[in-house]
């Protein structure tokens, strides 16, 4: 007999011909999100020194966050009534009203905050929930309104699974920057000096401190997205990204842990080092967010002279590909001229990739990826006969 958590993901996946216009499918789906979004706010709000992101404290103080949250919470409400009355399936709508009417009984957007022993460590809940409202209220109309594979359902294959890896990078974002920092941190203990050149460079425009850090970082991210393909034991970690099977915007967030960090360290490195202003790299790491949704989103658009300037989607989903052809190609993640240059740029005009994925058996659920690349065995570091070394 199936429990309420299948009850609840069957609905979710429900096929298109139950879910149209009218059936309370999309109500009961909004209520559902905007519930989920309302109680992780209000239990930051309750809970600031563990669940909030110190860099966030500014929003959670504007004047307009928690009438926002009672916005939210009153529309979660009518969705859910909304989705009870019109859907003769009502795991959905119940659902989202029980996740809606406890964050009213947590207090709502009078929520206080509550005495707890500081540690001086923090989860970013209110990151995870703002940074799903804004990126998914972004692309997954999109993928509905201009998808390039129509018969793809915003709740593919291994959706929870990639949900997990959103709220598992986003929950431990202090840890991942402490861990990324680090190396930056030593390199500007080491060069004191350079303290007239980063002024100047802080000093510029600041959209050409923009460009600049996406060039330099680009160049940088290239050369280590390029080793975790060539090397076999960096290959598994990456290789944890590359096994989903449908593009779309939340596929970009499946990383390896490891990789996480290594990623960002490396693009740290440059970012810290030369002086950008703050303001400068809010702006880029606000973009890096957004842009990496779009590369993996499932929206069409060949843009064959585009592609050949900035990383677009077509442009991105080949490098996923799983023909031969892709193998090894678009290492860029901004600028394609960085693959150009060396020699792995794959572009054919009008034509995506057939088919997403590894040939090699990569698990599922995060934490068998996670232990995934120590787990390998010879054989699968020792590339096939027929495939290419690092594939």
Same mark, same amino acid.
């Given at each position: 007999?199936?429990?309420?958590?299948?009850?609840?993901?069957?609905?979710?996946?429900?096929?298109?011909?139950?879910?149209?216009?009218?059936?309370? +499918?999309?109500?009961?789906?909004?209520?559902?999100?905007?519930?989920?979004?309302?109680?992780?706010?209000?239990?930051?709000?309750?809970?600031?020194?563990?669940?909030?992101?110190?860099?966030?404290?500014?929003?959670?103080?504007?004047?307009?966050?928690?009438p926002a949250v009672h916005l939210f919470i009153l529309a979660a409400y009518a969705l859910a009534i909304l989705s009870l009355m019109l859907r003769r399936?009502?795991?959905?709508?119940?659902?989202? *009203?029980?996740?809606?009417?406890?964050?009213?009984?947590?207090?709502?957007?009078?929520?206080?905050?509550?005495?707890?022993?500081? +540690?001086?460590?923090?989860?970013?809940?209110? &990151?995870?929930?703002?940074?799903?409202?804004?990126?998914? *209220?972004?692309?997954?109309?999109?993928?509905?309104?201009?998808?390039?594979?129509?018969?793809?359902? !915003?709740?593919?294959?291994?959706?929870?699974?990639?949900?997990?890896?959103?709220?598992?990078?986003?929950?431990?974002?202090?840890?991942?920057?402490?861990?990324?920092?680090?190396?930056?941190?030593?390199?500007?203990?080491?060069?004191?000096?350079?303290?007239?050149?980063?002024?100047?460079?802080?000093?510029?425009? !600041?959209?050409?401190?923009?460009?600049?850090?996406?060039?330099?970082?680009?160049?940088?991210?290239? +050369?280590?997205?390029?080793?975790?393909?060539?090397?076999? &034991?960096?290959?598994?970690?990456?290789?944890?990204?590359?096994?989903?099977?449908?593009?779309?915007? *939340?596929?970009?967030?499946?990383?390896?842990?490891?990789?996480?960090?290594? !990623?960002?360290?490396?693009?740290?490195?440059?970012?810290?080092? &030369?002086?950008?202003?703050?303001?400068?790299?809010?702006?880029?790491?606000?973009?890096?967010?957004?842009?990496?949704? *779009?590369?993996? %989103?499932?929206?069409?658009?060949?843009?064959?002279?585009?592609?050949?300037?900035?990383?677009?989607?077509?442009?991105?989903?080949?490098?996923?590909?799983?023909?031969?052809?892709?193998?090894?190609?678009?290492?860029?993640?901004?600028?394609?001229?960085?693959?150009?240059?060396?020699?792995?740029?794959?572009?054919?005009?009008?034509?995506?990739?057939?088919?997403?994925?590894?040939?090699?058996?990569?698990?599922?659920?995060?934490?068998?990826?996670?232990?995934?690349?120590?787990?390998?065995? %010879?054989?699968?570091?020792?590339?096939?006969?027929?495939?290419?070394?690092?594939?």
């Amino acid at each position: 007999m199936a429990g309420p958590t299948d009850l609840l993901v069957e609905e979710l996946q429900a096929p298109t011909t139950a879910r149209g216009f009218g059936s309370g +499918w999309y109500a009961g789906f909004f209520a559902l999100l905007l519930g989920g979004v309302s109680f992780a706010l209000v239990l930051v709000l309750r809970y600031p020194e563990w669940l909030g992101s110190p860099e966030l404290a500014r929003v959670r103080d504007a004047s307009l966050f928690r009438p926002a949250v009672h916005l939210f919470i009153l529309a979660a409400y009518a969705l859910a009534i909304l989705s009870l009355m019109l859907r003769r399936q009502k795991v959905l709508g119940f659902t989202a *009203l029980a996740v809606t009417l406890a964050a009213g009984l947590l207090g709502g957007s009078n929520a206080t905050a509550r005495d707890v022993h500081d +540690w001086g460590i923090f989860f970013g809940l209110d &990151f995870f929930a703002l940074n799903m409202v804004l990126t998914g *209220l972004m692309f997954a109309p999109l993928e509905r309104i201009l998808p390039h594979r129509a018969d793809q359902r !915003l709740f593919r294959v291994e959706w929870r699974e990639d949900l997990f890896y959103f709220l598992v990078s986003s929950m431990l974002v202090q840890l991942i920057t402490f861990l990324t920092f680090a190396p930056s941190n030593f390199i500007l203990g080491q060069t004191a000096s350079l303290g007239g050149v980063r002024g100047a460079i802080g000093g510029q425009p !600041l959209a050409l401190q923009v460009l600049e850090i996406m060039l330099l970082t680009d160049l940088a991210q290239y +050369w280590f997205h390029r080793a975790f393909h060539r090397v076999p &034991f960096l290959w598994g970690f990456h290789a944890v990204h590359h096994s989903t099977r449908s593009m779309d915007w *939340l596929a970009s967030s499946r990383m390896h842990f490891v990789e996480i960090f290594l !990623l960002r360290g490396v693009t740290a490195v440059p970012m810290l080092t &030369f002086g950008f202003s703050p303001v400068a790299l809010q702006i880029y790491v606000g973009l890096v967010y957004v842009y990496s949704s *779009l590369l993996h %989103a499932n929206v069409k658009g060949d843009f064959d002279r585009l592609g050949h300037v900035v990383a677009t989607p077509r442009f991105h989903h080949w490098h996923h590909g799983l023909e031969e052809e892709a193998v090894d190609k678009n290492f860029a993640i901004h600028f394609p001229i960085f693959d150009r240059v060396f020699g792995t740029f794959h572009l054919p005009p009008g034509r995506w990739p057939l088919n997403y994925g590894v040939p090699e058996q990569v698990p599922s659920g995060y934490w068998r990826q996670f232990l995934y690349p120590f787990r390998r065995s %010879a054989s699968a570091l020792s590339p096939a006969p027929s495939a290419p070394p690092d594939r």
